[in-house]
Nanobody, 120 residues
Framework: QVQLVESGGGSVQAGGSLRLSCAAP????????MGWYRQAPGKQRELVAA???????NYADSVKGRFTISRDNAKNTLYLQMNSLKPEDTTVYYC??????????????WGQGTQVTVSS
């Protein structure tokens, strides 16, 4: 089920930047843990960046110092700022959140995926 709407993907040159956005539906009252995942060709989906309800963040070693995860609770939106992009960052990115909704707490949501392509 596609529950979150992703945007901001595209094609950039190495060293460039992109900002991915993930918009949550109105049924989401507040966020709990959230993250961005990606799946490179021939590999399993991996967690790229995560942010807890308390604001603690964690990043995959491959993106540390280049990517920044953030959230805007007023807009019910999750972001991934990607700087100094490398060709190996090329893949489809998926957003995820566990959220409290009008239907109850601790519900899982996933985005449809957005393509990021970085050329050398």
């Amino acid at each position: 089920q596609v529950q979150l709407v992703e945007s901001g993907g595209g094609s950039v040159q190495a060293g460039g930047s992109l900002r991915l956005s993930c918009a949550a539906p109105a049924s989401i009252v507040s966020f709990n843990n959230m993250g961005w995942y990606r799946q490179a060709p021939g590999k399993q989906r991996e967690l790229v960046a995560a942010i807890t309800r308390g604001g603690n963040t964690n990043y995959a070693d491959s993106v540390k110092g280049r990517f920044t995860i953030s959230r805007d609770n007023a807009k019910n939106t999750l972001y991934l700022q990607m700087n100094s992009l490398k060709p190996e960052d090329t893949t489809v990115y998926y957003c995820y959140c566990n959220a409290n909704t009008v239907w109850g707490p601790q519900r899982d949501y996933w985005g449809q995926g957005t393509q990021v392509t970085v050329s050398s």
